[in-house]
């Protein structure tokens, strides 16, 4: 009797474990059936934006879409699934731009529910700017040794980005060169740091060359209170600098530099770039510029004598407009009332 038990037991135990096994895959093939939705989030891209337009914010990376099919049918690889936003038409300001996306991308048993329709996306004007480079040095050359004249060239480049990101942008820097080990004058080609990942820049790298001397090797002398002139300076401004006067350090035969006289050195500051805006009456891009480079040359024995270093190497300037450009811009006004109320100024760019 003990025997019979334990026989049916086992018997049933193995019958049991045959139906909860085909209950299962019943289940599953079920499941499978059933039709379920899944929400995915995929990436943009923006296509077509006019040239002289930028964003003003991160555009976003990815929109929604749902879709619905099998569970299995949803299993597929989504990683190349891809919508895109044409900016063809695009305009200044924050608006609403129609998201595409193709279902030509889809498994052929998946269906798209839904999606976002539009993507909101702020744009402003792209703008460019002459902006001045400045050479960034790092570390010492070797003991007994000196730096001299660092040189920029270009001495600037185009910015090209939004205009509220340029507009207050005054100068852009290079990644540092380093002075380590070096006894003699070299050059370097280096990138230039932007403020920003908006902002491309034209040329994007710059060469900086760095006079390097030893000391107590070569005839030296120091003239001082050199006058410094303006160059490019708009008609309608004055030019206020932090220091009228240069000292220049100068480098050759010794006799010949007994001879040098400061009317000999021409030192000068380029002011390009800052004008008067007569219909706004404002100075751009700026009333006052920090960190202008000062240049001088030799306008004798050039070539016997090298200029080594230049006291201080930049300036500040501080521009004004003229009396007589504003008394004449106040006359304008006077006289044509109308047009003034009918052509109001354009904003400033």
């Known amino acids: 009797m003990k025997r019979w038990l334990i026989r049916s037991l086992k018997k049933d135990l193995a019958a049991k474990l045959i139906s909860l096994v085909m209950a299962i895959a019943l289940w599953a093939y079920v499941q499978n059936l059933q039709i379920s939705e899944l929400t995915l989030n995929v990436p943009v891209k923006y296509r077509n934006m006019p040239s002289d337009l930028s964003f003003s914010k991160a555009p976003p990376r990815f929109v ?54 539009k993507i909101p996306l702020s744009l402003e004007k792209t703008i460019e700017k002459q902006i001045r480079v400045r050479a960034v040095l790092e570390g010492n050359v070797p003991e007994g040794y000196r730096i001299g004249r660092r040189k920029v060239v270009p001495e600037k480049i185009t910015l090209i980005g939004p205009a509220s990101i340029l507009d207050n942008v005054r100068y852009v820097e290079t990644y540092p060169v380093s002075l380590r080990g070096h006894k003699e004058s070299f050059f370097k080609k280096v990138k230039v740091r932007l403020p920003s990942k908006k902002i491309k820049a034209e040329p994007n790298r710059v060469t900086v060359s760095v006079l390097v001397f030893q000391e107590n090797t070569v005839n030296e002398r120091t003239i001082t209170k050199i006058p410094i002139v303006t160059r490019n300076l708009d008609p309608a401004l004055t030019a206020a600098l932090s220091n009228k006067t240069v000292e220049v350090l100068l480098q050759g035969d010794s006799d010949i530099l007994k001879k040098v006289k400061p009317k000999d050195i021409h030192v000068w500051v380029d002011l390009e770039g800052t004008h008067y805006n007569p219909q706004t009456g404002h100075i751009l891009p700026f009333d006052t510029e920090p960190g202008i480079p000062v240049s001088a040359k030799l306008l004798r024995y050039a070539g016997k004598v090298n200029i080594i270093s230049i006291i201080p190497e930049q300036v500040t300037v501080r521009f004004r407009v003229k009396p007589e450009f504003i008394k004449k811009e106040e006359q304008k006004k006077r006289e044509n009332p109308i047009e003034e109320i009918e052509n109001p100024p354009k904003e400033e760019q």
Do not use: C
């Open 64 to 117: 929604k879409i749902k879709i619905r099919g099998k569970k299995d049918d949803l299993k597929f690889p989504s990683s190349h699934l891809k919508a895109q936003v044409d900016l063809t038409q695009a305009e200044e300001g924050k608006q609403k731009y129609k998201v595409q996306f193709s279902t030509d991308q889809l498994p052929q048993n998946v269906k798209l529910v839904s999606q976002d329709l």
